[in-house]
């Protein structure tokens, strides 16, 4: 099957540690993006990258990383300096930017 | 920067009924406008993409039209069922960006 996947579905840390969320892709897409959705907002961007080894931050990237070391993978880092890092975190793909997005099944975060 | 908007923000319909919703963005220059299906607590499902040289896009019983000049669209839902229960989204990308800006969305009912 192609499509997008992230893992894990729920996730839980203790405020202060970092935590990675998985995103990969098997639709051979080179654009790839992290979104952030909260109760009572749009989604927001965190980061993009148009192709591997390249990577630019969105609007809200503080206290997040990314890498772009493979075409089939994105990788998150939530970092202990986000300060409200508990959320819904989804991830997308697109043939190359300004294509149609492709949406995974997002990753819920909660830090205590 | 683009700000997106949808009205209503909620809506409660009898099955059978058409329906529309609304999206609105402030920059008219757009590269495209994509209208997205989120159910609850998973990703977001790609409905229609409506690149910014045409006017509208049909799939099934869904109709999104575009009007740049006005700055809005519209999603049409024919012949509503309890199965369209579910927050829509739309979303553009601007000319100048690569991500999607994307509006707060619209929750939608239908009751049988």
């Known amino acids: 099957d192609g499509g997008i996947t992230q893992s894990p579905k729920y996730l839980f840390r203790k405020e202060g540690q970092n935590v990675t969320l998985s995103c990969e892709q098997n639709?051979?897409?080179?654009?790839m993006y992290w979104y952030r959705q909260d109760p009572g907002q749009g989604l927001r961007l965190i980061y993009y990258?148009?192709?591997?080894?390249?990577?630019q931050k969105g609007d809200i990237a503080e206290g997040y990383s990314v890498s772009r070391e493979k075409k089939e993978s994105f990788p998150l880092t939530v970092t202990s300096a986000q300060k409200n890092p508990t959320a819904f975190y989804l991830c997308a793909s697109s043939v190359s930017v300004h294509y149609e997005q492709y949406f995974g099944p997002g990753t819920r975060l909660t830090v205590t | 920067k683009q700000e997106v908007t949808q009205i209503p923000a909620a809506l409660s319909v009898p099955e059978g009924e058409n329906l529309v919703l609304n999206c609105s963005f402030t920059d008219s220059a757009i590269y495209n406008l994509q209208w997205f299906r989120q159910d609850p607590g998973k990703g977001l499902t790609s409905l229609l993409l409506?690149?910014?040289?045409?006017r509208e896009q049909t799939s099934g019983r869904l109709n999104a039209s575009l009007d740049k000049s006005s700055g809005r669209s519209t999603l049409y839902i024919a012949a509503s069922q309890p199965g369209d229960s579910a927050t829509y989204l739309c979303?553009?990308?601007?000319?100048?960006?690569?991500?999607?800006?994307f509006g707060k969305g619209t929750s939608l009912l239908v009751t049988p």
């Open positions: 979303a553009s990308v601007p000319n100048s960006g690569y991500a999607l800006n």
């Open positions: 639709l051979n897409h080179d654009a």
């Open positions: 990258s148009q192709i591997v080894n390249d990577f």
């Open positions: 409506i690149q910014s040289s045409q």
